[in-house]
């Protein structure tokens, strides 16, 4: 008999911001939510992003009933089309949601007509295997998000996405509340929350701010006005536009992932805008500035993206133009600060004036901060708690709140990927751990990037490289010339004769005393002086040709 208890598992999301997804198991059976990826660091040169180590969910595909993804972002969505090539189940999600993933999965080149994509509406319950799966809206910064009640013999597990509780929403949609406090009543087993924001005190503001200071750029912008955000903030694209048809501009979308997120929300009826308020892009560059309005990807400070490429004048249809506004509505994400303020630097060299988060309120966040969340215990009261979506201090963080409103400190889990932690009889405990490492997806490869590969990319970036080419003669086992060398991004040849003299010393010494591996022992003796003179050391390559 299987046994019966609930096991929740996270592959991703705690103790990092991104690749969300969290394996609910039950009796054997397996429910998914969430399936993202998350953008590498700086330093992992190659890599395009990088998806959670799903091995525990592939070794048991056929037990799969169904992948709920709670909201549009790709840090929720954005490995379902990897998924999906190991899992033929459902994938249920709300409708502007699954017009995101369908969109996302055609540009991928996945037939996604053979994907199941089931519609999932908030404040629908629906059977997934043994849990009965409640949706309930959340706010969001983008439309259609929801957050779950996953009802399973082991009792009610709130997981809420990402939310946060505006008032004032501008699609005028706010967070289920009645919802939550209908869990409580039922008596909530365990909550699962979003950290992202529990290093902030108080309320998070609510998107209207945004407005009035979009107006204001409007008001005084006497060129164009280019906006730069996600593609996925459809709300922000309402704002604009109603901007732009109050200011009498025009608006065009540029950016493959924003086009097409901007044409299903239309068709879905999540962003109202006239037909005749839309241009494209060729259209603007053909109208007076005054009248243009551009809103495009890249706020990240992406060099690929459309301001990315507008920054170093690489943009076929785009170019920055003197009193040209730029307008970067978004957070940068931790780890992109960098880029992103490189990208503004460069728009203000072109001649642009740059407007972002440090000087107007041209974004607000997305996510709940310490008030809400306290809210959200207290609406759910939940028995046990667990705190997901965040680096470890977040999570931390989120979990000292819990302790505030009195969940006792034995009763909160703070883990990381792949532990479990199992729930019966009303007890929670940790269960074993599961592999839940890094896959890198780079080009079109998936996961055939190991640490060591990553290791090299970074030593060739940083330290260069040295190729050395050594003709042995076969008869008498000796080099029979001087070795060729040659040092990339490493020390330019004719500055350092006394340190290439050296080099070829110690390699002809190493070939001729060397009886086993030639090659290792050359690296090794190479790589060894080049530290000692120079505290640095390249990648290096050494062929030996006998002959
Ligand atoms: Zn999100
Ligand atoms: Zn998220």
Redesign the pocket.
Same mark, same amino acid.
Request: overall charge negative.
């Given at each position: 008999m299987k046994e019966k208890k609930l096991r929740i598992i996270p592959l991703g +999301?705690l103790g990092e911001? %991104?690749k969300?997804m969290t394996v609910y198991e039950y009796g054997g059976e397996i429910l998914v939510v969430d399936a %993202?990826m998350m953008f590498p660091d700086n330093d992992m040169i190659g890599i395009d992003y990088i998806i959670p180590d799903f091995e525990y969910i592939k070794q048991r595909a056929d037990k799969v009933r169904g992948i709920v993804i709670t909201?549009g =972002?790709e @840090? =929720?969505t954005g490995a379902i089309g990897h998924l999906l090539e190991s899992v033929d189940a459902p994938v249920y999600a709300t409708p502007l949601t699954l017009g995101m993933i369908g969109a996302k999965l055609n540009r991928r080149g996945f037939d996604h007509k053979t994907a199941k994509l089931q519609t999932l509406k908030a404040g629908e319950t629906v059977q997934i295997g043994p849990f009965k799966v409640h949706a309930f809206h959340v706010c969001h910064s983008v439309p259609d998000g929801i957050g779950l009640g996953i009802e399973s013999p082991a009792g009610l597990v709130v997981h809420t +996405? @990402?939310y946060k509780f505006d008032h004032t929403p501008v699609d005028n949609w706010p967070t289920d509340y009645a919802k939550l406090a209908e869990f409580q009543r039922r008596g909530v087993l365990a909550l699962l929350a @979003?950290s992202?924001n529990a290093e902030r005190a108080g309320w998070t503001p609510s998107e209207r701010v945004v407005d009035d200071a979009l107006d204001k750029v409007f008001r005084e912008a006497k060129g164009r006005i280019i906006i730069a955000s996600f593609a996925s903030l459809i709300s922000r694209m309402q704002q604009v536009g109603n901007a732009a048809l109050k200011h009498q501009r025009k608006l065009a979308f540029a950016g493959t992932s924003m086009i097409d997120n901007a044409k299903i929300a239309r068709k879905l009826g999540y962003l109202n805008l006239p037909d005749d308020l839309i241009i494209s892009l060729e259209e603007a560059n053909n109208m007076r500035a005054s009248d243009v309005t551009v809103m495009c990807t890249g706020s990240q400070g992406e060099p690929t993206s459309i301001l990315g490429k507008i920054s170093t004048g690489t943009h076929r249809l785009l170019d920055v133009k003197t009193g040209d506004t730029i307008v970067l509505s978004s957070h940068p994400i931790p780890g992109n600060e960098e880029n992103v303020y490189r990208t503004i630097n460069r728009l203000f060299e072109r001649g642009a004036n740059v407007i972002y988060e440090a000087i107007a309120p041209v974004h607000v966040s997305g &996510?709940a901060s310490q008030e809400e969340m306290k809210l959200l215990m207290h609406l759910t009261q939940p028995q046990f708690f667990i705190p997901i &979506?965040g680096e470890l201090r977040q999570l931390h963080q989120h979990a000292l709140l819990a302790q505030q409103i009195g969940i006792p400190e034995k009763n909160i889990a703070v883990i990381l990927n792949g532990q479990s932690v199992e729930f019966s009889d009303g007890k929670m405990r940790l269960g074993e751990r599961i592999p839940a490492a890094y896959v890198y997806v780079d080009g079109a490869g998936v996961g055939d990037v190991s640490k060591d590969v990553m290791h090299d990319r970074e030593v060739l970036s940083e330290e260069g490289v040295m190729v050395i080419n050594l003709i042995m003669d076969k008869f008498t086992g000796k080099p029979s010339r001087e070795p060729e060398i040659i040092s990339r991004g490493f020390i330019a040849y004719r500055d350092a004769e006394d340190l290439m003299a050296g080099l070829r010393t110690r390699v002809i010494d190493t070939a001729t005393r060397a009886n086993g591996n030639i090659q290792k022992d050359i690296e090794q003796a190479v790589s060894n002086y080049l530290y000692k003179e120079t505290q640095r050391r390249p990648m290096i390559f050494v062929n030996v040709v006998k002959n």
């Open positions: +999301g911001v %991104g969300n %993202g909201h =972002h @840090d =929720h +996405g @990402d @979003d992202t &996510h &979506h």
